[in-house]
């Protein structure tokens, strides 16, 4: 499960994956490049691995039903920063 953003903090969206970096690079929400993320303004904020994918599908449910000051309280918690957390992710499984 995994939660995208855009620069000003107005839009988050919320997916799962059974691969994320294949997901975020096939993407339009993240270009492959990741340069031009800085340019669309959308970020990989947040990832949270699920044991399976009912597991997946319920967090998904439940985030999805949360407010924005909800999820923004969790990526702030996991993520201070706002940080686009793509390249992070592609070196921990380089």
Do not use: H, Q
């Not at 799962?16 to 970096?21: G, H, K, P, Q």
């Not at 990832?47 to 909800?70: C, D, G, P, Q, T």
């Not at 990526?75 to 992070?88: D, R, S, V, Y």
């Amino acid at each position: 499960m995994y939660i995208t953003g855009n620069e000003n903090r107005g839009k988050l969206s919320i997916d799962i994956s059974d691969n994320l970096v294949r997901s975020l690079c096939s993407s339009e929400e993240i270009p492959e490049d990741n340069e031009r993320n800085i340019n669309y303004g959308s970020k990989l904020l947040y990832f949270e691995k699920a044991e399976n994918i009912i597991a997946a599908l319920k967090l998904k449910k439940e985030y999805e039903s949360w407010n924005f000051v909800w999820k923004s309280l969790l990526i702030n918690k996991f993520n201070p920063g706002w940080k686009n957390l793509f390249t992070e992710l592609l070196y921990k499984n380089g």
